[in-house]
């Protein structure tokens, strides 16, 4: 006799795992990172592996000293190293990722209970840390693609040189910023090849498009109507912000983690315009051009709340102003 096992809905499966998620992950920055080493050559190659090999390693010892059973099958540690390394400058010492690593895998993912229980994104606060820590290697110094001529970057330029005699458009074109021969970290120059991999992720359904269109919506649209260089049109300043910067990174890879972003679609589009705003704010008032890493590692605290506060009624459930009454 054969047992019927009844259990409550939904009963929905999906074929999908977290390794075949993360293999369309590695697939869709895999333009980035080619691009990454035609712009900076073998020393964006070299950072990408020693962040990489970082990551697994640091993530295979934690499970070695905690007893656990090993987790490095579902290769999301070499996403984060991967995401890690785009978020450096091809000036970075080879020794920075390994202490990125071991912060971004140890500290804000295996400690909290490893992959999905993690609140923050390891890569955002990875980056972060090593910002707060070492400001000199993350920041202080940008080389051009191709000649590796230290150059400010896009942002930078907005941010300090309003008035000055030669505009930005007299450095940087809209089109070298969408393509990527511009300076900043490696793996962000490039919209152009950013936006590729997540219309793959898009096609592919990893991601949904609630927090990237409304993350970079905002941004459009806030720096469109409130521009604060006078030397171009408010056109192109709102093009200068949204294809310069992580903006594009951040939006498509890392505000959608999974663990770390909201599950409801309005929960992900408030998400996606408060990323955005923050985003707008530390770039027109905070001390450094850039706000993508700290606007993301903000919303992630408001995560789970957007969750609650827009998750849909059940159907038939009670619904404002209307009680259903009992028998």
Sequence with gaps: MKELIVSSSPHAKDHRTVSTVMG?????????????????????????????????????????????????????????????????????PFWLPVIGALFAIVVVKMLFGGLGKNVFNPAIAGRIFLFLSFSPLMSGKWTAPFDGISSATPLAYLKNASGELVTITDKF????????????????????LLLLGGIYLLYKRVITWHIPVSFIGTVAVVTLLLPRYGDISAWQYMQYHVFSGGLFLGA????????????????????????????????????????????????????????????????????????????
């Design 24 to 92: 369309c992950v590695l697939l869709a920055l895999f333009p980035t990172a080619v691009g990454a080493v035609i712009f900076f050559k073998w020393k964006a190659l070299l950072l990408m592996a020693v962040s990489i090999v970082s990551c697994v390693f640091f993530e295979y010892i934690y499970n070695v000293l905690a007893q656990k059973p090993q987790t490095l099958h579902d290769c999301s540690a070499i996403v984060t190293g991967l995401l890690l390394a785009f978020n450096l400058p091809s000036t970075a």
């Design 173 to 192: 074109t809209v089109a070298d910023c969408f393509l990527g021969n511009v300076g900043g970290c490696i793996g962000e120059t490039s919209a152009a």
């Design 252 to 327: 498509f890879f890392m505000a959608t983690d999974y663990a770390t972003s909201p599950i409801t679609p309005m929960g992900r589009i408030i998400y996606g315009i408060g990323c955005g705003l923050i985003t707008v704010f530390i770039r027109y008032f905070g001390g450094y051009p850039e706000g993508v890493s700290f606007a993301i590692l903000l919303m992630n605290c408001f995560a789970t709340y957007l969750d609650g506060k827009t998750i849909p009624k059940n159907f038939g459930g009670e619904r404002r102003g209307i009680r259903i009454k009992k028998s």
